[in-house]
Nanobody, 119 residues
Framework: QVHLVESGGGLVQAGDSLTLSCAASGRLFASYGWFRQAPGKEREFVATISWSGSSTDYADSVKGRFTISRDNAKNTVYLQMNSLKPEDTAVYYC??????????????WGQGAQVTVSS
């Protein structure tokens, strides 16, 4: 069982930056992903990173603005978010499992961190 805890969410203004962290404990998975869910919308893929960190993938909506990274020594994965837009407002979820864009790739999920971007 993997336990994931997100932190770093908050309220920011458009154009600001924010970094989310996801600390993992228990059995380690090979890859991690970030997903988000805005009010009234389905959960959507944001980014994913492989075990080594050598492979990453991003949703088109965040490519060039968000960066996913990981520190295996700390069992922590990060999501650096720059140039935030109001449409980035959502609950962000960290997930552990297999590299990819589908939520079904991931078997363990965190509780979510709220990110609110004001215009």
């Amino acid at each position: 069982q993997v336990h994931l805890v997100e932190s770093g969410g908050g309220l920011v203004q458009a154009g600001d930056s924010l970094t989310l962290s996801c600390a993992a404990s228990g059995r380690l998975f090979a890859s991690y992903g970030w997903f988000r869910q805005a009010p009234g919308k389905e959960r959507e893929f944001v980014a994913t990173i492989s075990w080594s960190g050598s492979s990453t993938d991003y949703a088109d909506s965040v490519k060039g603005r968000f960066t996913i990274s990981r520190d295996n020594a700390k069992n922590t994965v990060y999501l650096q978010m720059n140039s935030l837009k109001p449409e980035d407002t959502a609950v962000y979820y960290c997930a552990a499992g297999a590299y990819g864009r589908r939520s079904t790739n991931f078997g363990s999920w965190g509780q979510g961190a709220q990110v609110t971007v004001s215009s």
